[in-house]
T-cell receptor, first 117, second 112 residues
Framework: GAVVSQHPSRVICKSGTSVKIECRSLDFQATTMFWYRQFPKQSLMLMATSNEGSKATYEQGVEKDKFLINHASLTLSTLTVTSAHPEDSSFYIC?????????????FGSGTRLTVV | QKEVEQDPGPLSVPEGAIVSLNCTYSNSAFQYFMWYRQYSRKGPELLMYTYSSGNKEDGRFTAQVDKSSKYISLFIRDSQPSDSATYLCAMSASGGYQKVTFGIGTKLQVIP
């Protein structure tokens, strides 16, 4: 089945530094990648949608200059958290629609636990 | 009011029990309904999906959708310790590359 590989799985960084998270679709082409954030005891919240070859679409309240998204190819999307602060500590997960692009077949990465100290 | 309401639990049941997990929603435009299972520190994996109202069965899992009541359920028969995870309901107004709204997730523990 479709697999999305997400790295790193865990990262600890100092406040003020930037962190890059990568998501790769291993056996299919992902023209779209969804980026979610999950705080403890809260549901997955969509942050932005990246599309290969065009600018990402951000959800209301998400700072596009802080969360830089790049969809460089049909198999790679990256999220960079710039000038990270402790409040950015969260679980970040990417997701891609499967073959056919229906809401049914979203495949999730394994997630990245970001801790900003 | 949240678009999707789900009891976070935790829900503890003995091995072999029938588990009932539920979500309610307020957006009548939702037509696609999904259940995901998420193990600790992992990404969610799709368990079941249904379109509009009705039932769908897959092995020990049964998903039910009642659009008139805006209520969806996931039943797990003969629950196993390996079923211990967080179960998230998710909904979308349409297929394609559309936004999916998730519930908060119910943490389930099946005790041997």
């Amino acid at each position: 089945g479709a697999v999305v590989s997400q790295h790193p799985s865990r990262v600890i960084c100092k406040s003020g530094t930037s962190v890059k998270i990568e998501c790769r679709s291993l056996d299919f082409q992902a023209t779209t990648m969804f980026w979610y954030r999950q705080f403890p005891k809260q549901s997955l919240m969509l942050m932005a949608t990246s599309n290969e070859g065009s600018k990402a679409t951000y959800e209301q309240g998400v700072e596009k200059d802080k969360f830089l998204i790049n969809h460089a190819s049909l198999t790679l999307s990256t999220l960079t958290v710039t000038s990270a602060h402790p409040e950015d500590s969260s679980f970040y997960i990417c997701s891609a629609p499967g073959v056919g692009g229906t809401a049914y077949g979203y495949t999730f990465g394994s997630g990245t636990r970001l801790t900003v100290v | 009011q949240k678009e999707v309401e789900q009891d976070p639990g935790p829900l503890s049941v003995p091995e072999g029990a029938i588990v009932s997990l539920n979500c309610t929603y307020s957006n009548s435009a939702f037509q696609y309904f999904m259940w995901y299972r998420q193990y600790s520190r992992k990404g969610p994996e799709l368990l079941m999906y249904t379109y509009s109202s009705g039932n769908k069965e897959d092995g020990r899992f049964t998903a039910q959708v009642d659009k008139s009541s805006k209520y969806i359920s996931l039943f797990i028969r003969d629950s196993q310790p390996s079923d211990s995870a967080t179960y998230l309901c998710a909904m979308s107004a349409s297929g394609g590359y559309q936004k999916v709204t998730f519930g908060i997730g119910t943490k389930l523990q099946v005790i041997p």
